[in-house]
């Protein structure tokens, strides 16, 4: 009894030495997430919490309550599911060291960040994010965590308004574009439609092709769309990948004039109280899923192509 008493005290030590290897793991038990993300979180927050307040403010006084700059808080929840879930899910094959390249990424983000609030440039003060969280990364895990990360920070663009000096020009070329379109293809059809500019007449309507329908931000949000589409299902194929991407601009246009001609259409039928109300908001889904469709129909096309040229490798 006695050396069964002393064996079994022999063997308790290793067994307590393991219990206390595992302890610092039981945090992430309840933790969802590991407390690096946490702190770069609580950080980043109090840094742009009254950057974030101020673009999501009721009226034009927020950028991210119109509809043109609609996207920039689904892009910012987007982008933070991703940076969370991959850099959670990440197993370091080796551990992380950090890098000295983070305070030349802070120093170019809090510049950014003071000019934008001092000069009221919105694109500098919310563009700051990026290489401020692109330098918490690098202190935390170097450049082996960034890399991993890469996807996500990139994501992060598209939340960023774009400047009206950029934007402008281009939407104007772009809406013109579509309603030339649009009225051409609604006359083939029989409509009794005209244009001046990017004014649609049909019936006793007339309808502004506005930037919020077909202008520069909403072809950015679809870009948004087609390339978050493209890192999800991850083809391995590069010819793939690069014809798809080259494709999401020809399919932005399409699903713009998909959205066009549905509210001229409904404004024809219905009214233009119909056209201009609760339905004139429900077009924003129809461009949305109407890009979609249209991408996952040409990544099919192309994958059928693809299984031809090289049946072995499908």
């Known amino acids: 009894m006695s050396a069964v008493s002393e064996s079994s005290r022999e063997a308790s030590p290793p067994d307590q030495r393991a219990g206390q290897a595992?302890?610092?793991?039981?945090?992430?038990?309840?933790?969802p997430v590991s407390w690096d993300i946490v702190w770069v979180t609580i950080g980043l927050l109090g840094m742009f919490g009254p950057t974030m307040y101020g673009l999501l403010k009721p009226g034009d006084a927020g950028l991210w309550s119109n509809d043109e700059h609609a996207h920039g808080p689904v892009v910012l929840m987007v982008s933070l599911w991703l940076l969370v879930t991959r850099w959670h899910d990440y197993v370091p094959s080796k551990p992380l060291s950090s890098s000295l390249w983070a305070w030349p990424?802070?120093?170019?983000?809090?510049?950014?960040?003071?000019?934008?609030?001092?000069?009221?440039?919105?694109?500098?003060?919310?563009?700051?994010?990026?290489?401020?969280?692109?330098?918490?990364?690098?202190?935390?895990?170097?450049?082996?965590?960034?890399?991993?990360?890469?996807?996500?920070?990139?994501?992060?663009?598209?939340?960023?308004?774009?400047?009206?000096?950029?934007?402008?020009?281009?939407?104007?070329?772009?809406k013109?574009?579509?309603?030339?379109?649009?009225?051409?293809?609604?006359?083939?059809?029989?409509?009794?439609?005209?244009?001046?500019?990017?004014?649609?007449?049909?019936?006793?309507?007339?309808?502004?092709?506005?930037?919020?329908?077909?202008?520069?931000?909403?072809?950015?949000?679809?870009?948004?769309?087609?390339?978050?589409?493209?890192?999800?299902?991850?083809?391995?194929?590069?010819?793939?990948?690069?014809?798809?991407?080259?494709?999401?601009?020809?399919?932005?246009?399409?699903?713009?004039?998909?959205r066009v001609g549905f509210l001229v259409l409904l404004t024809y039928y219905f009214g233009d109280e119909v056209g201009q109300g609760f339905l004139h908001g429900f077009a924003g889904i129809v461009l949305f899923v109407s890009a979609l469709l249209l991408i996952i129909s040409i990544d099919g096309l192309l994958r059928a192509i693809s299984s031809r040229v090289s049946p072995a490798k499908a």
């Not at 692109?134 to 598209?158: D, E, H, Q, R, Y």
């Not at 960023?160 to 402008?168: H, M």
């Open 105 to 174: 990424c802070f120093l170019i983000g809090f510049s950014m960040y003071v000019a934008g609030r001092a000069l009221g440039i919105i694109y500098f003060e919310v563009g700051a994010f990026i290489p401020m969280l692109a330098g918490a990364i690098l202190l935390i895990g170097g450049w082996t965590l960034l890399n991993k990360l890469k996807f996500p920070l990139f994501f992060f663009i598209f939340m960023i308004p774009l400047p009206g000096f950029i934007v402008d020009p281009i939407s104007q070329f772009i």
């Open 176 to 258: 013109l574009k579509v309603s030339i379109a649009v009225a051409s293809i609604l006359t083939w059809a029989g409509y009794p439609i005209g244009r001046t500019g990017v004014v649609l007449s049909i019936g006793q309507y007339q309808l502004l092709v506005a930037d919020a329908c077909s202008g520069m931000r909403t072809l950015f949000m679809l870009e948004a769309l087609g390339i978050f589409y493209l890192n999800v299902v991850q083809h391995t194929s590069w010819l793939r990948n690069i014809t798809l991407a080259t494709l999401i601009v020809p399919i932005s246009f399409t699903a713009n004039m998909i």
């Open 22 to 31: 595992a302890g610092p793991a039981a945090p992430r038990d309840w933790l």
